[in-house]
């Protein structure tokens, strides 16, 4: 059975930062495009960053770009998000997905209806 569990979401002050991981389970992903979304109160699911099977190729919403980092161990299974100079909008939940599809090494997607694999997701809220 295949698990994406998230961890790292938190209160912060605007500014400050915080560290999401997302361990898989169940199978490798190791060659399977891999991204992050959230979803505020009230607003739909939105896409944040996407990373590519090895890790060489990465893709950003606009309003994250110099601010958040996508990276991944695949030796770890695990997906990471860094995300620094937090703002009261990036308030949400947020989840990490995974394509059932292999053999993806160099590319990102940002279409949500990509992605197969979902974490049950985790809070992350920053205080003005």
């Known amino acids: 059975q295949v698990q994406l569990v998230e961890s790292g979401g938190g209160l912060v002050q605007a500014g400050g930062s915080l560290r999401l991981s997302c361990a898989a389970s169940?199978?490798?992903?190791?060659?399977?495009?891999m991204a992050w979304f959230r979803q505020a109160p009230g607003k739909e699911r939105e896409f944040v960053a996407s990373?590519?099977?090895?890790?060489?190729?990465?893709y950003y919403v606009d309003s994250v770009k110099g601010r958040f980092t996508i990276s991944r161990d695949n030796a770890k299974n695990t997906l990471y998000l860094q995300m620094n100079s937090l703002k009261p909008e990036d308030s949400a939940v947020y989840y990490c997905?995974?394509?059932?599809?292999?053999?993806?090494?160099?590319?990102?997607?940002?279409?949500?209806?990509?992605?197969?694999?979902w974490g049950q997701g985790t809070q992350a809220t920053v205080s003005s």
């Open positions: 169940g199978r490798t992903f190791r060659s399977s495009t």
């Open positions: 997905a995974a394509q059932r599809l292999s053999g993806s090494y160099h590319y990102t997607e940002r279409n949500i209806k990509a992605y197969d694999y």
């Open positions: 990373i590519s099977g090895i890790g060489d190729s990465t």
